[in-house]
């Protein structure tokens, strides 16, 4: 009796869905097509994503020895002048031989979790605002210094301080923990001739002046996309997207073609990935009375296990805040500047084709990749599930991160007022939780069997 009383109750929810779902009738998502994809060799991908030379410029070796010291806790073991850097830097060997240490691609796509480094999470403890220590005004510091004492060392940072200085203070988030990588790369096409990459000291295109955050998607989801990023708009191979942060230090497109001629096998490594296991118990016959309301609720868009439909949803039927599709992602200046760029030529193009709206990623491993939403404005899963749950202002201890393993998420503190760069503002543009309701509907026992079943995902 209890168990038809559960399953009547389900079965109620269903048909609530169903008949909310009849109101955006006139509102479809928009199935992604796929695209042909380069592979290799995930070992050798591997070995380039932490000792790889994609970026060829950098601080000198023994400046940065000085500056950061010794890594402590380092998680991947590397050898050579990488034995004792920290897990998100490479030492490199610049154009003319000198040793520079330059910032790799776990600086974002790597984070420390219970003490293990997870390769593929997306950093979520990253720090964009303006007192990150690679500041414009230290940048003049560094480079005034080395033109002064070591002029060929200097010639080998150059490339990396130039674009530092042009792009480093348009880059600073209102809060720690969300990424500017999008504008990043906005910024740094409107330095480069887009046949060429040849470095422009002026700014050739206008970038909006707001910095719009985003939060880090896994890499383990990308096996199953048909598009990157948060709108889907990154078509064609995927290779040229991830090679893009060679275009901070490179000189021309012959040594982006270089370059280029590895990410099949990054490509290769990152699709090997598997989501970590969620560490605790489920109560597996709450989370089978979840995966039952998954199928109901959330398949439709997010998919099943083994198939993802890559459906783009629009944002007025997501809801959820808009300014991230609506700034980078659409300005037209740099639009045009990607497809008629290097990026778009060849036998493996590229291509930026914008959508006004946002992709309903894939789900595996979400319970390890708070917070939520492309934003990362939503703490926990409960939040996700219940926006009446989701705090305007919240704040979470960077230096000794814990993890709510009931909420999943980590854990948070509800602030009474916006302050300082550890307070998350849902007030400010592009910081908004608000929008994907779809969880409203749902009971607190139906809440609470979905996301066990989240746990298996």
């Known amino acids: 009796m209890k168990k038809f009383l559960v399953l009547s109750g389900i079965g109620l929810m269903c048909i609530a869905f169903r008949d909310t779902i009849h109101l955006f009738d006139d509102i479809q998502p928009v199935p992604i097509p796929a695209s042909p994809q380069r592979s290799g060799n995930a070992e050798k991908g591997y070995q380039y994503l932490v000792t790889g030379d994609y970026l060829k410029s950098g601080i000198p070796y023994n ?37 520079v240490v330059a910032p790799n691609c776990l600086q974002c ?17 990253v720090d964009f605002t303006s007192g990150q220590k690679l ?3 230290n940048v003049v510091r560094v480079e005034n210094f080395l033109k002064k004492t070591d002029p060929k060392k200097y010639e080998a940072a150059e490339p990396f301080l130039r674009a530092a200085k042009a792009v480093g203070a348009q880059l600073h988030t209102q809060v720690r923990g969300v990424n500017a990588a999008d504008r990043l790369a906005a910024l740094l096409a409107s330095h480069r001739d887009p046949e060429t990459f040849r470095w422009n000291p002026q700014q050739m295109m206008d970038i909006p002046d707001n910095v719009i955050p985003s939060d ?31 275009l901070l230090t490179v000189n021309d497109t012959a040594e982006s073609a270089e370059v280029d001629r590895h990410f099949n096998d990054v490509l290769a490594y990152l699709n090997s990935l598997e989501p970590p296991p969620y560490p605790r118990q489920i109560d597996q016959r709450l989370a089978e009375e979840g995966g039952i309301i ?28 808009s300014l991230l599709y609506k ?56 939040g996700v599930l219940n926006s009446k749950a989701r705090p305007r202002y919240w704040s979470r201890n960077f230096d000794n991160p814990a993890f709510d393993y009931d909420k999943v998420g980590w854990k948070y503190t509800v602030q009474e007022k916006p302050g300082g760069t ?8 592009g910081y908004g939780n608000y929008g994907h309701k779809f969880g409203d509907r749902l009971t607190e026992r139906q809440r609470k069997a979905l996301i066990e079943y989240l746990k298996t995902l």
């Open 109 to 125: 796509h790597a984070q420390v979790f219970d003490d293990k480094l997870i390769i593929g999470l997306g950093n979520s403890t």
């Open 63 to 99: 400046y940065f020895k000085l500056a950061y010291g010794k890594a402590n806790g380092e998680f991947i073991k590397r050898d050579g002048f990488n034995a004792d850097i920290s897990y998100e830097y490479t030492a490199v060997k610049a154009s003319n031989g000198e040793i």
């Open 327 to 382: 700034s980078n992602y659409q300005n037209p200046q740099f639009v045009d500047w990607f497809n008629r760029s290097w990026f778009a030529q060849g036998d493996h193009p590229a291509r930026l084709q914008p959508f006004n709206g946002y992709i309903a990623p894939p789900l595996d491993g979400i319970w390890i990749t708070a917070p939520y939403f492309h934003n990362g404005s939503v703490p926990s899963l409960e």
């Open 422 to 429: 550890t307070v998350y503002n849902t007030d400010l543009p």
């Open 294 to 321: 998954y199928i109901h609720n959330c398949a439709k868009c997010h998919g099943k296990p083994v198939e993802y439909p890559n459906l783009l949803i629009p944002e007025s039927m997501v809801g959820t805040d």
């Open 216 to 246: 880090v998607p896994a890499w383990w989801l990308l096996k199953k996309k048909h598009g990157m990023f948060y709108n889907g708009f990154g078509r064609g191979d995927f290779g040229k997207f991830l090679m893009a942060s060679n």
């Open 135 to 137: 500041n414009p005004q």
